[in-house]
């Protein structure tokens, strides 16, 4: 059964939306295609007719959650994107979370376009972080930019790298946390 564009492009959404979420979940080699069109809700069958390989889908997947990760940090203060990012709600949901902290770890094994975009995606955080900070007017500004992104990304992966009830596990996202917390205070005037 032939399916209309407008089908094509709602069903091919889907599919990049489910791999998103599934990718971040468990990373992209744990991902079957198969599967993912399964847990989309459509046949294995139609995959080939909306991408070219899985690898052109971890691509746009990427693309479209990072792209999602930034937009919802515009309406969120640095302090309260802080709070939230070094939580164990976040912490806890990988196929919701951050992009960056679910999958460098799987980036830094795959082509050059997935690293691309990560790159991007790192550079963006960034950029919004400096952006939300005032960061033109404080001085060494990139370095201690990037040093809270990497605190960031870095804590999360700690923490989940750890078994659940380990206390370390959430040891690292509070002595990660009241650092950034107290360096915003002490720096940052907004």
Request: proline content about 1%.
């Amino acid at each position: 059964m032939r399916v209309s564009k407008a089908q094509a492009q709602e069903n091919r959404a889907r599919v990049v939306e489910t791999a998103s979420a599934l990718f971040r979940e468990r990373g992209y080699d744990d991902v079957g295609v198969a599967e993912l069109m399964a847990a989309a809700g459509l046949t294995h069958g139609g995959f080939y007719n909306q991408f070219e390989s899985k690898a052109a889908l971890m691509s746009e997947a990427t693309a479209c959650s990072l792209s999602r990760s930034n937009m919802r940090m515009a309406d969120v203060d640095v302090r309260r994107f802080i709070e939230h990012y070094l939580s164990r709600e976040h912490r806890d949901s990988r196929g919701d979370g951050c992009t960056i902290a679910a999958l460098s770890g799987d980036a830094a094994r795959q082509d050059d376009g997935i690293k691309n975009l990560f790159e991007a995606g790192i550079a963006g955080l960034a950029k919004d972080l400096g952006d939300k900070l005032g960061a033109d007017n404080l001085p060494d500004t990139r370095a201690k930019v990037l040093s809270m992104v990497a605190h960031l990304v870095g804590a999360v992966m700690l923490s989940r790298a750890c078994t659940d009830d380990a206390p370390i596990a959430d040891e690292i996202l509070k002595a990660c946390r009241a650092d950034l917390l107290a360096q915003l205070s002490g720096t940052i005037s907004k």
